[in-house]
């Protein structure tokens, strides 16, 4: 891996260090800024004395990685909308947010895939209460009979509560409010299509905007002709970078066959039409110098008419800039300079945005293309088929096995699964991928200008219904899919050293490197050993929080108990505790237990208060109250006689009989939990 030792690879690496590190370290801009000159001053003093890097210049090469670890922290600084003063969270208090009415005039800045109950935009105010703001704030608007999409662009006046998004209730669920924390989005408004004032005199021009134009009138130029709805959703996937609309069992299917990836525009797509356009742009290379400029040139032109025409989306936008990159490292045709060019795409875009860090899409782009630019080389290498056809099958397994060995360990982490028919629906679709989007940029040219045969329409409905056809098919195959993969960022980084020595040995042969691979295979089993022990002694008892039923589980010896009035839906028993389980490295007894009144948990009493009402006085002294399904009860009363030690409530009780029960305990300075703003609850 000699390439890391390449200068321009060193700081972008270092700047990524900054970037972590700015996310935990407080420090106002002002310093922040003040500490970069200050390393740039001492930086060009260092260079001054070393003269060269790499032979007397390791005080130099030691200032230039802190001087980029410091810009890393002040990327961060200078992107958190939270230090601008204009910025609606610096012009009203919190108070001020949450508990008034606010107008508000805003526009749509992206659309997000909807829920069942909500449309979900992102929006970017730009006046609160009068008062010329800043900011992104998440738009939901409840469902109706009347689906109507928001233009992007487009600006709106709306009286509202704003709110903040809230955090996961349950330990181990999904923590939207922190993922789009990640986006600079820290509030939330609900606003139904009526209230919705539609100012058609401000609209906000912007490339967002125009690309979202020009994706509306492709789409309304492919509705002339005979596509499904199904079909119309994998074409705006495929080609024009939005997938809001494909169905859930579609969307499933193609998750579970491990060609998930092929429903975002990103990275494998950008680097399939790269590969096209060097193929079809071949003859320029004949006229040397001037030939491969225009060739160059061309190239990047039409990647970027691509990117326009796939809607200018995040990951669209990503995967262009790496591969425009990617595209000058060909041309260049030195031994680093594609891993150069990988990394100084990496840069730019981190300059832009330093959060897209800590994308889960961002991560998986570059770490396949890292992998496939790396491994596959090495590992084509071990094997030269005879045959033309053998070749590209060789060829198409190397890439896909390089690009799996790249993402493995990160996507055990974020998704628990192994779709084990990876190999098997890469090696049929992948081929014909590059025809697929190939034929499809024609359908939509011609679809645009109005001179597209029915027949050509047909022919690619019918290629989409072919895809489709496959991945359900492969998703079938469920004993191929391994799902419920505990997986640790211990295991994360460990699986990586292991797989990272392992090539090495393949690649060059050697004691050292032998010796490296045994080390990370004896870490990455103590890491096992140190993991199933720390969980195989974890025990507690948690009441989650269900609106819908009262829900208590034990856990013991890697077993989840749960109590509850009445039986769980399989669906609400994955919402509650399926992540909490597989985090645990627990099973979940399925056996139906019913909730009783009273419990004991270790040196714990436990009483369980009902709709019924009852509880005992004389023979039952409990150290915790739980109230269920809104009781109607005299909360000071049964505090004054049993004096518990903690009153919990859960989500099945009314809100304004939560509201009193806290009023109460504050009287009685008797600590209360309500798991609808506390979370559950856990008792070790």
Same mark, same amino acid.
């Given at each position: 891996?000699?390439?890391?030792?390449?200068?321009?690879?060193?700081?972008?690496?270092?700047?990524?260090?900054?970037?972590?590190?700015?996310?935990?370290?407080?420090?106002?801009?002002?310093?922040?800024?003040?500490?970069?000159?200050?390393?740039?001053? %001492?930086?060009?003093?260092?260079?001054?004395? #070393?003269?060269?890097?790499?032979?007397?210049?390791?005080?130099?090469?030691?200032?230039m990685?802190?001087?980029?670890?410091?810009?890393?922290?002040?990327?961060?600084?200078?992107?958190?909308?939270k230090?601008?003063?204009?910025? $609606?969270?610096?012009?009203?208090?919190?108070?001020?947010?949450?508990?008034?009415?606010?107008?508000?005039?805003?526009?749509?800045?992206?659309?997000?895939?909807?829920?069942?109950f909500?449309?979900?935009?992102?929006? #970017?105010?730009?006046?609160?209460?009068?008062?010329?703001?800043?900011?992104k704030?998440?738009?939901?608007?409840?469902?109706?009979?009347?689906?109507?999409?928001?233009?992007?662009? +487009?600006?709106y006046?709306?009286?509202?509560?704003?709110?903040?998004?809230?955090?996961?209730?349950?330990?181990?669920?999904?923590?939207?409010?922190?993922?789009?924390?990640?986006? $600079?989005?820290?509030?939330?408004?609900?606003?139904?299509?009526?209230?919705?004032?539609?100012?058609?005199d401000?609209?906000?021009?912007?490339?967002?905007?125009?690309?979202?134009?020009?994706?509306?009138?492709?789409?309304?130029r492919?509705?002339?002709?005979?596509?499904?709805?199904?079909?119309?959703?994998?074409?705006?996937?495929?080609?024009l970078?939005?997938?809001?609309?494909?169905?859930?069992?579609?969307?499933?299917? $193609?998750?579970?066959?491990?060609?998930?990836?092929?429903?975002?525009?990103?990275?494998?797509?950008?680097?399939?039409?790269?590969?096209?356009?060097?193929?079809?742009?071949?003859?320029?290379?004949?006229?040397?110098?001037?030939?491969?400029?225009?060739?160059l040139?061309?190239?990047?032109?039409?990647?970027?008419?691509?990117?326009s025409?796939?809607?200018?989306?995040? #990951?669209?936008?990503?995967?262009?800039?790496?591969? *425009?990159?990617?595209?000058?490292?060909?041309?260049?045709?030195?031994?680093?300079?594609?891993?150069?060019?990988?990394?100084?795409s990496?840069?730019?875009?981190?300059?832009? +945005?330093?959060?897209?860090?800590?994308?889960?899409g961002?991560?998986? *782009?570059?770490?396949?293309?890292?992998?496939?630019?790396?491994?596959?080389?090495?590992?084509?290498?071990?094997?030269?088929?005879?045959?033309?056809?053998?070749?590209?099958?060789?060829?198409?397994l190397?890439?896909?096995?390089?690009?799996?060995?790249?993402?493995?360990?990160?996507?055990?982490?974020?998704?628990?699964?192994?779709?084990?028919?990876?190999?098997?629906?890469?090696?049929?679709?992948?081929?014909f991928?590059?025809?697929? !989007?190939?034929?499809? %940029?024609?359908?939509i040219?011609?679809?645009?200008?109005?001179?597209?045969?029915?027949?050509?329409?047909s !022919?690619?409905?019918?290629?989409?219904?072919?895809?489709?056809?496959?991945?359900?098919?492969?998703?079938?195959?469920?004993?191929?899919?391994?799902?419920?993969?505990?997986?640790?960022?211990?295991?994360?980084?460990?699986?990586?050293?292991?797989?990272?020595?392992?090539?090495?040995?393949?690649?060059?042969?050697?004691?050292?490197?032998?010796?490296?691979? !045994?080390?990370?295979?004896?870490?990455?089993?103590?890491?096992?050993?140190?993991?199933?022990?720390?969980? #195989?002694?974890?025990?507690?008892?948690?009441?989650?929080?269900?609106?819908?039923?009262?829900?208590?589980?034990?856990?013991?010896?890697?077993?989840?108990?749960?109590?509850?009035?009445?039986?769980?839906?399989?669906?609400?028993?994955?919402?509650?505790?399926?992540?909490? *389980?597989?985090? +645990?490295?627990?099973?979940?007894?399925?056996?139906?237990?019913?909730?009783?009144?009273?419990?004991?948990?270790k040196?714990?009493?436990?009483?369980?208060?009902?709709?019924? *009402?009852?509880?005992?006085?004389?023979?039952?002294?409990?150290?915790?109250?739980?109230?269920?399904?809104?009781?109607?009860?005299?909360?000071?009363?049964?505090?004054?006689?049993?004096?518990?030690? $903690?009153v919990?409530?859960?989500?099945?009780?009314?809100?304004?009989? !939560?509201?009193?029960?806290?009023?109460?305990?504050?009287?009685?300075?008797?600590?209360?939990?309500?798991?609808?703003?506390?979370?559950?609850?856990?008792?070790?």
């Amino acid at each position: 891996m000699r390439f890391l030792h390449t200068p321009f690879i060193i700081l972008t690496l270092s700047t990524i260090i900054g970037i972590i590190l700015g996310l935990y370290i407080t420090i106002d801009v002002t310093s922040a800024l003040f500490s970069f000159l200050a390393a740039i001053i %001492i930086l060009a003093v260092s260079w001054q004395r #070393s003269k060269k890097i790499y032979n007397s210049g390791w005080s130099f090469l030691l200032m230039m990685i802190l001087t980029f670890v410091i810009f890393g922290i002040v990327l961060v600084r200078i992107h958190d909308p939270k230090y601008n003063s204009s910025h $609606y969270l610096n012009q009203f208090s919190k108070e001020e947010l949450q508990e008034n009415y606010h107008g508000i005039e805003f526009h749509i800045r992206e659309r997000l895939k909807s829920t069942s109950f909500y449309q979900k935009y992102v929006v #970017s105010i730009t006046y609160l209460d009068h008062k010329m703001v800043q900011g992104k704030i998440l738009l939901l608007i409840p469902k109706d009979s009347s689906y109507i999409t928001l233009d992007i662009g +487009n600006t709106y006046i709306a009286f509202t509560q704003i709110k903040p998004i809230p955090p996961p209730l349950n330990p181990h669920q999904f923590d939207y409010a922190k993922y789009l924390s990640k986006h $600079y989005v820290y509030h939330q408004i609900k606003v139904s299509k009526n209230r919705l004032v539609y100012s058609p005199d401000k609209p906000q021009w912007s490339i967002l905007r125009t690309a979202n134009i020009l994706r509306n009138y492709v789409n309304v130029r492919l509705q002339e002709y005979s596509f499904t709805a199904k079909q119309l959703s994998i074409i705006n996937a495929l080609l024009l970078g939005q997938r809001q609309d494909i169905n859930h069992e579609i969307f499933n299917q $193609y998750r579970d066959a491990g060609a998930i990836h092929i429903l975002a525009v990103s990275g494998l797509h950008v680097g399939i039409i790269l590969m096209m356009l060097n193929l079809i742009l071949r003859p320029l290379d004949r006229y040397k110098k001037r030939g491969k400029a225009f060739k160059l040139i061309l190239t990047l032109i039409l990647l970027w008419c691509f990117a326009s025409v796939a809607g200018l989306s995040p #990951s669209v936008l990503r995967a262009v800039t790496m591969f *425009s990159f990617m595209a000058i490292g060909q041309q260049i045709k030195s031994k680093t300079s594609i891993y150069t060019s990988l990394f100084v795409s990496l840069f730019v875009l981190l300059c832009f +945005n330093p959060l897209l860090l800590f994308s889960v899409g961002f991560q998986l *782009s570059y770490l396949a293309v890292f992998a496939i630019v790396w491994i596959q080389p090495i590992l084509a290498r071990r094997y030269t088929p005879t045959f033309y056809f053998s070749k590209k099958i060789w060829e198409t397994l190397t890439v896909t096995l390089a690009a799996q060995l790249g993402l493995l360990p990160l996507t055990l982490y974020y998704f628990h699964q192994f779709p084990g028919l990876f190999f098997l629906s890469n090696l049929i679709i992948i081929p014909f991928l590059g025809g697929i !989007l190939g034929y499809g %940029i024609i359908v939509i040219i011609l679809a645009v200008i109005g001179i597209l045969p029915q027949f050509m329409a047909s !022919l690619f409905g019918n290629c989409i219904n072919l895809l489709n056809g496959i991945v359900a098919w492969i998703s079938k195959q469920q004993d191929f899919v391994i799902t419920e993969i505990p997986f640790s960022w211990r295991m994360l980084l460990t699986l990586y050293v292991v797989i990272i020595t392992t090539i090495m040995i393949i690649q060059k042969y050697n004691r050292r490197s032998i010796f490296s691979l !045994l080390t990370s295979i004896v870490v990455i089993m103590s890491v096992l050993l140190y993991e199933k022990y720390t969980v #195989s002694n974890h025990e507690e008892l948690i009441i989650f929080n269900n609106r819908r039923n009262t829900t208590v589980g034990v856990l013991e010896n890697q077993k989840l108990r749960v109590y509850s009035h009445t039986k769980i839906p399989i669906r609400d028993q994955n919402f509650l505790f399926g992540n909490y *389980s597989l985090m +645990n490295h627990a099973s979940y007894d399925t056996t139906p237990r019913i909730l009783k009144n009273t419990y004991r948990y270790k040196e714990h009493t436990i009483l369980v208060i009902d709709s019924a *009402s009852i509880y005992f006085v004389k023979t039952f002294q409990p150290d915790i109250i739980i109230l269920s399904n809104s009781p109607k009860i005299h909360l000071d009363r049964i505090i004054d006689i049993l004096c518990p030690l $903690y009153v919990i409530a859960d989500g099945s009780n009314y809100k304004s009989y !939560l509201d009193r029960w806290e009023k109460s305990c504050r009287k009685h300075n008797t600590p209360f939990h309500r798991t609808d703003k506390n979370g559950a609850f856990i008792l070790q």
